[in-house]
């Protein structure tokens, strides 16, 4: 089991990045996705999750009105578009099929800053 993430990068506050995890090892369409985020000193939380077909779509609070998860099944790929970025976003960005259990790649950092 394979997780890749991308997209990270440094943003001023109010602006969009786009992240994309492709998973691999796995039958991944069969299997809903998440995504994650952990901020130094804080404990990694779910922000948002995706069901295997894509019609089950939750979103942490802290974030519901700005990011926006989808999928490709044909690709193996999650996305995150996240919008109205928020310093507070700043954390280190992972995928994961919670079902699976925990199996993490390396993350993509995501800075929000001026």
């Known amino acids: 089991v394979q997780f890749v993430e991308s997209g990270g990068g440094l943003v001023e506050p109010g602006g969009s990045l786009r992240l994309s995890c492709a998973a691999s090892g796995f039958t991944v369409r069969l299997y809903a996705m998440g995504w994650y985020r952990q901020a130094p000193g804080n404990e990694r939380e779910l922000v948002a999750r995706i069901s295997s077909t894509g019609g089950g779509i939750n979103y942490a609070d802290s974030v519901k009105g700005r990011f926006s998860i989808s999928r490709d099944n044909a690709k193996n790929t999650v996305y995150l578009q996240m919008n109205s970025l928020k310093p507070e976003d700043t954390a280190v960005y992972y995928c994961?099929?919670?079902?699976?259990?925990?199996?993490w790649g390396q993350g993509t950092q995501v800075t929000v800053s001026s």
């Open positions: 994961n099929a919670p079902s699976l259990g925990p199996y």
